[in-house]
């Protein structure tokens, strides 16, 4: 089958290859990758056009790469505007209880709801953490149909937060557990490997990796079994990681030396993992995840809103760490737009910084959300920039609009002025996803429609989870109180 040859012509090309910068050209992509990208060669571009399939006259319009949203919970977009005014371990409680209430067609609209809000920010791919197991296959099923860049981290855990911070429950609090989650070793093996051999690599686009929620939530048992998959099945691990300083503390007492340390002891801290958060590390926690080569994904506004702390991601870059963006849950305050994390990562950790030329460039933040999240996928060398031999993954935006008038420097007003609005279309894998605003591969009023019809019964069946976590919610607030007092 002949490849189809899209010319993509015009447009001023953010190429974020340092040696090329920023310049007027031409685009060619041939199937699902860029085969050339041509500057001021007027005679070479007749040429092309006469032989290409598609040719889009991207005047007055800038290209960049597809961006990556590293960290992402995509059942949340059925969550806006819940609880969403409690530190983690106590928001936790609900969100939890509004997950359990969701089903595989939830789940799946849930899916296309986020791959419109990305895809219409200019985000080509994501990193789905995805604690609802038993609902996989929908959101698979979703993400194939959206056309979306995926990798897939279904969540492992066999410790509940208040075994890790020994809370004594009174005998009258039940546990409820989700119904067909994997409860043992064996089943979770089976479920990775069945999902695996089904999804894993599928059309160049879905890809799977292990995700286990969070260390302090994973027996050594549960931790050596993601160690196993990932050497034996190449897979890239994706785990939270030292989010709040109750975390941090009650790690210091359960294990020796720390949780940073203990996965290093486990074997699992190298070039293949990706860590979310790490909001409290000491000096030395923060090297060694240097030394070994591990990724670390900032969510700076779900920090922020859950009362989390500030990364330190400055010191992070500082040391040439594998740093990349995420947005984290539509339930925890933010919005899936990677224009927003850009800003904010850009501006909250200037203040703690006095010297002014240590702070992050617009380059530096802009590589976050392209070639680091690029690397969390495990795809640096194909995604990220705009080259030659590159997956054909990248975004138009208009420039007939306040955030480019004037155009002086556009990797400055990408990342301080643009806020999304500007994008017009997305190319995915080398196939629009989205033109001239409008999805593509989704139907978005019949996604629309779904979810507005699904809220009432879902309202319905959170009422007894949301019972349960008000029960328990005393018994985390007595002993996180103690926490921040110390």
Not at 138 to 155: C, E, I, N, S, T
Not at 161 to 166: C, G, N
Not at 407 to 426: A, I, K, R, Y
Not at 444 to 470: D, N, S
Request: aromatic share 8%.
């Amino acid at each position: 089958m002949i490849a189809k040859k899209t010319l993509i012509k015009n447009p001023l090309i953010v190429s974020n290859v340092p040696s090329v910068g920023n310049k007027k050209g031409t685009v060619l992509v041939e199937g699902q990758t860029i085969t050339d990208v041509f500057y001021h060669q007027e005679n070479l571009l007749k040429d092309l056009e006469s032989h290409a399939d598609e040719i889009i006259d991207a005047e007055n319009m800038v290209l960049i790469p597809g961006m990556v949203n590293s960290h992402y919970h995509s059942y949340t977009n059925l969550l806006k505007g819940t609880v969403n005014n409690l530190p983690l371990e106590i928001w936790a409680l609900y969100t939890m209880a509004y997950g359990y209430a969701l089903e595989d067609e939830d789940i799946y609209y849930a899916v296309l709801l986020g791959c419109i809000e990305m895809m219409k920010a200019g985000v080509t791919s994501c990193v789905d953490h995805f604690p609802h197991i038993w609902t996989s296959e929908a959101a698979l099923k979703a993400y194939d149909q959206a056309g979306m860049r995926v990798a897939f981290a279904p969540m492992l855990h066999d410790v509940p937060d208040e075994q890790f911070f020994q809370i004594a429950f009174p005998p009258s609090i039940q546990k409820q557990r989700p119904k067909k989650t994997a409860t043992s070793i064996e089943e979770m093996k089976s479920f990775y490997q069945s999902i695996i051999s089904i999804w894993h690599q599928k059309d160049g686009r879905i890809s799977i990796q292990l995700g286990p929620n969070a260390p302090q939530r994973c027996s050594e048992h549960i931790l050596q079994l993601c160690k196993e998959l990932s050497e034996k099945g190449n897979l890239r691990i994706h785990t939270h990681l030292l989010e709040t300083k109750a975390q941090y503390q009650q790690c210091q007492k359960n294990f020796p030396g720390g949780l940073v340390r203990h996965l290093d002891r486990l074997g699992l801290l190298n070039e293949k993992i990706s860590c979310v958060h790490a909001v409290w590390l000491d000096d030395e926690e923060i090297q060694l995840l240097v030394d070994r080569n591990v990724s670390i994904v900032h969510n700076p506004a779900s920090n922020l809103l859950l009362g989390s702390g500030i990364a330190p991601i400055p010191s992070f870059w500082k040391k040439g760490a594998n740093v990349a963006l995420g947005t984290d849950g539509s339930n925890c305050g933010t919005i899936h737009n990677l224009f927003e994390a850009m800003r904010l990562t850009a501006m909250i950790h200037r203040p703690q910084e006095s010297n002014y030329s240590n702070w992050m460039t617009p380059e530096a933040v802009f590589n976050m959300a392209t070639t680091s999240g690029a690397k969390v996928l495990g795809m640096e060398r194909e995604l990220g920039r705009i080259a030659s031999g590159q997956k054909a993954d990248f975004v138009l935006l208009k420039t007939k609009n306040t955030f480019w008038a004037p155009l002086n420097d556009p990797m400055s007003q990408l990342v301080h002025q643009e806020n999304g609005s500007s994008v017009d279309s997305v190319l995915v894998n080398g196939q629009w996803t989205l033109r001239q605003g409008t999805t593509v591969t989704i139907d978005e009023e019949k996604v629309f429609l779904e979810v507005r019809k699904r809220r009432e019964g879902l309202l319905e069946k959170w009422q007894e989870p949301l019972k349960r976590a008000e029960r328990l919610r005393p018994h985390f607030e007595t002993i996180l109180l103690d926490y921040h007092l110390t």
